[in-house]
């Protein structure tokens, strides 16, 4: 019988009820199932290996996407079908893939009988302060330096818990006016650029809640890094990069979009700030990224996303 392993991070909102729920489907569907646990030692890495050792057929994550994140670092280019129930604060993963947010059982469903899509992995070496270089690490959607950061780093445990992520849009809205950090720049290799943005933001793909995306015309499958350059010099801007997001206006001036395949930030002044899919990831003297291509094989609604 095709085997099936449901890693699950337990301290998720509504995690005992999602399990349950791919447990259901995948005795509708025929698979035996087993859970794997995730702990604050070992967040899903360890058991997504323990399923490849094992010869499991398909991985489902319940959890969000600090959880997805150590689950698709193993399962990347192995073939693997991992399946995803939502169960975070931002989920924006699973946004990204259109998987259904709010309906347990029907992200069920997909994570355990969808069609699969190849998708993209980032990946990311942090440098910190004193040149000390970091393994390179997954990010799912979005690496982010400057104030966005900051702002992560600001949304507490509690409101995480009661507000979900206008949480992060209440951190981020307190530091609308903060000034702006110097960064350098190189894409793929090209000339070294300089800017003062509030955020820089490469990404994987870019939609956020609310149905807005940072940039237009991001996939999960196009083989690039999307970079956000935010530079808003008033409160006013705000309202034009919003606009944009809702695909209502340009923001020429305040938001640039700049594609590649490589992508390297640098401090100018003192570390950056740095977070990882929506998690704080401290404070780095350089970024350099890179996408993955077709690194994932992901169960999704209908066709390829």
Do not use: C
Not at 94 to 120: E, K, Q, W
Not at 128 to 147: Q, T, W
Not at 148 to 156: G, I, K, P
Not at 287 to 305: M, Q, Y
């Amino acid at each position: 019988m095709p085997e099936l392993v449901v890693i699950g991070n337990p301290t998720a909102r509504g995690a005992a009820r999602a399990v349950d729920a791919v447990l259901r489907e995948a005795a509708r569907a025929g698979l035996d199932a087993r859970v794997a646990a995730t702990t604050a030692a070992e967040p899903g890495g360890p058991q997504a290996r323990a399923a490849l050792a094992a010869g499991a057929d398909a991985v489902v994550a319940v959890g969000g996407d600090g959880t997805v994140r150590a689950i698709a670092a193993e399962l990347a280019h192995t073939g693997m079908p991992l399946g995803i129930v939502p169960a975070g604060t931002a989920n924006l993963f699973a946004r990204n893939l259109d998987l259904p947010l709010h309906d347990v059982a029907a992200a069920a469903r997909v994570a355990v009988s969808g069609p699969t899509a190849h998708i993209d992995l980032g990946r990311v070496v942090l440098t910190r302060a004193g040149g000390e270089r970091e393994p390179e690490a997954p990010f799912l959607v979005v690496v982010g330096v400057g104030n966005d950061a900051l702002a992560l780093e600001a949304s507490s445990l509690r409101a995480k818990r009661r507000l979900g992520w206008l949480s992060y849009v209440a951190a981020g809205a307190r530091r609308f006016g903060h000034p702006s950090f110097a960064v350098r720049g190189r894409f793929d290799g090209g000339p070294v650029e300089a800017a003062r943005a509030w955020s820089v933001l490469v990404h994987n793909a870019a939609r956020i809640p609310a149905g807005l995306r940072v940039l237009p015309g991001t996939r999960l499958d196009d083989g690039l890094l999307h970079v956000a350059t935010v530079s808003p010099r008033h409160l006013a801007h705000w309202g034009r990069i919003a606009a944009a997001g809702a695909g209502l206006a340009r923001a020429e001036g305040v938001l640039r979009h700049r594609r590649a395949e490589r992508v390297t930030l640098g401090a100018v002044d003192a570390p950056m700030p740095v977070q990882l899919d929506g998690d704080p990831a401290g404070r780095a003297e350089r970024i350099d990224a890179r996408i993955d291509h077709a690194a994932l094989r992901v169960r999704v609604p209908g066709s390829e996303p």
